[in-house]
């Protein structure tokens, strides 16, 4: 697949995409911390939150990832991802449901006739620690049982080495891979990259590379989404439609537990990259357990009070 037309000169060599990635602007670390922390302090009102939560619920890769996960236990997200209040038949769907490959046609089959999407993380997922052609056969798998989705790791070995051009044509193969039938999200592991500055190198690289959405994390890691990490990232694909008029999805990951995290996020996305983003085809958030969150306080605003440990199931 040959490169971005735009960026055809800087993968043309391992040197020339070093000197374009390294030629960015430096990050501010405590300008960006700042700004992160003084957006997450903005309040809304209460017509604003019913709306904001309603948004989160529907950006929700609702997601299990174990070891032990088993086909009941998929065919139950898949149930909850497409009627997540069964007692509330107005609660928004969730954007997708994600599990392993092997268990994508068991999720495809509990999401048929909706408009849920069932993504797969692929790739060596969570670590990357494989040949190419087991990635891609990886890749393929998943797809052909059904995936729309793929959530694919990147070499962050390859990346720390300074190997930036391997790292570009692993996802390049990847999204040939990914056919016309899945959006690829490419996943930094931002807590594993160590400084803001490769966090905007590898948003960079993976938007050039084709990534129809970034993302920070596996969720497997002591550091996944941060505020600051998603509002670099928030940038960087502002500025790659600025300069290149290709819009790409931003995907924050791991440690987004509640409702008031998911509306700081979505401050973020409005006042940072502005009111396209805040769609599903956009923004999404990986989570497992931030969806019983925003149950509970969708109840709350409806009714006045809290539900009992009850009310929403335990995934």
Known sequence: ??????????TASDSTLRRFLHGLPGVDTVGLEA???????RSIKTTAKAYAIDLAISMIDLTTLEGADTPGKVRALAAK????????????????????PD???????????????VASVATAFPAGRAALDVKLADTRDAVAAGA???????DRGAFLAGHYLKVYEEIRAVKEACGEQARLKVI?????????DNIRRASWLGMIAGADFIKTSTGKVGVNATPANTLLMLEAVRDFRAQTGVQVGVKPAGGIRTTKDAIKFLVLVNETAGEDWLDNHWFRFGASSLLNDLLMQRQKLATGRYSGPDYVTVD
């Open 1 to 10: 697949m040959p490169p971005a037309p735009a960026f055809a000169d800087v």
């Open 35 to 41: 700004r992160a922390a003084s957006l997450g302090t």
């Open 148 to 154: 729309d989705e793929i959530d694919m790791v990147i």
């Open 103 to 117: 268990m994508v046609a068991t999720a495809k089959a509990g999401v048929a006739g909706t408009d849920v999407k």
């Open 188 to 196: 930094f592991e931002t807590g594993e990259l160590s400084t803001y």
């Open 81 to 100: 991802a497409v009627n997540p209040d069964p007692t509330d038949r107005t609660t928004p769907r969730t954007a997708a449901v994600c599990v392993y």
